[in-house]
């Protein structure tokens, strides 16, 4: 029988049962939310051998390229623009590392702790929905201060990706006439000897993709990170007598529950390959499933254990090769601080509800955001 793909993995939960079994084979068919079949490819050297074969494109608009899904708000991840393969990719992503730079991510540490702070000692009576009343307020403040946001304005995003693309290209030409010492600015004018800048174009789709990605996927990761620990008090205990471990266990809730699912990881085939010796021909689609290789025990041992003292530094949830995701710095800047603050201030951090009472909120990105309510 044909796998449906993805899986439901609500945070909290164990790994889908699909999850389980679909290591036995290298390759596993399987069909989209689009209708579209793919290939699954399941094991952890072969995830990381995919993201890096350059006959797999991403570039979706190749006739006959198979879709993610056919809802019109997912397509950001469907876009030409971002999904270019090289040369072109090379290009845009060399330009974009010379703004996005570890200096950059590294001063935004001290806001990051106030932010935190601040929100945190806003909780005054629980119970408090962790994710609407922190995760996402933080990952929003901290994206729009990276990318030159006026405070004033980051409400907008709320309402989705609409109102993002209309303002951003509205605040680049802001920057253009006045630039500050934000991420936008320094795009505007980064350069690159041979190849130039970036077009307006491509400026636009990346700083919208930046700021709707940026703080939602890392929010929900916040979520379902701390929905995981609260499950797992001993570990959760464990980080309260030991906050030194807490850059470790960012690597393995990461490793546990990658935010949302892999259908972004989507490639095309433009050259017949094999995977794990499985043939697979031209035209297909191929879905390298992050969540099946950080299950891998050939890799991580007992993996269906969350254990806060494994060393999952290997953990492949930011992607690999040359699409690594560009934000995964910040990410982990936002996840130790956040869990650092939440565990040192609340130690008697819980769920306020059984973990299958759950609800999930509206996102525009569908990354499976729920409700968390907490008490302490």
Not at 227 to 245: I, N, S
Request: hydrophobic content about 40%; aromatic content about 6%; overall charge negative.
């Amino acid at each position: 029988m044909t796998l449906k793909f993805p899986f439901d993995w609500p945070p909290g939960a164990r790994p889908p049962e699909e999850l389980a079994t679909l290591r036995d084979e290298p390759v596993v068919r399987a069909v989209m939310p689009s209708g579209d079949p793919v290939y699954l490819v399941t094991r952890y050297e072969d995830v990381r051998a995919v993201l890096s074969d350059r006959r797999l494109s991403r570039n979706r608009e190749r006739p006959g390229a198979p879709r993610m899904t056919a809802a019109a708000r997912t397509k950001m991840f469907q876009n030409p623009k971002i999904d270019r393969d090289p040369p072109e990719h090379t290009r845009m992503r060399r330009l974009m590392t010379k703004a996005f730079t570890p200096a950059r991510i590294e001063k935004l540490g001290p806001y990051v702790e106030e932010v935190v702070a601040e929100l945190l000692g806003r909780w005054r009576r629980p119970p408090v929905d962790l994710v609407s009343e922190f995760a996402l307020p933080l990952t929003l403040r901290v994206i729009c201060r990276l990318l030159g946001v006026p405070v004033a304005d980051q409400e907008r995003f709320r309402t989705g990706l609409g109102e993002a693309w209309q303002y951003i290209g509205e605040l680049i030409e802001v920057k253009r006439a006045d630039p500050g010492d934000d991420l936008i600015s320094e795009l505007i004018s980064v350069h690159d000897d041979q190849d130039g800048r970036l077009s307006t174009h491509e400026l636009h789709v990346w700083c919208t993709v930046l700021l709707m990605a940026g703080h939602e996927t890392t929010a929900a990761q916040i979520g379902s990170g701390a929905v995981l620990l609260m499950q797992h008090p001993d570990q959760l205990a464990l980080l309260r007598d030991e906050p030194e471990r807490i850059p470790d266990a960012v690597e393995e809730l990461l490793r546990f529950q990658v935010a949302g699912h892999s259908l972004s990881m989507l490639r095309y085939v433009t050259d017949d390959i094999e995977i794990g010796g499985c043939p697979v021909p031209t035209g297909s689609g191929v879905v390298p499933v992050l969540e099946s290789a950080n299950f891998d025990a050939s890799v991580f041992p007992d993996p269906l254990r969350l254990d806060v003292t494994r060393d999952a530094r290997d953990q492949i949830a930011f992607s690999a090769g040359p699409h690594y995701c560009l934000g995964a710095a910040l990410a982990r800047l936002e996840l130790r601080t956040a869990f650092a603050q939440l565990i040192g201030r609340f130690p008697g951090l819980r769920l306020a509800v059984d973990v299958a009472e759950l609800r999930h909120h509206d996102n525009p990105l569908e990354l499976g955001f729920v409700e968390v309510p907490v008490t302490w």
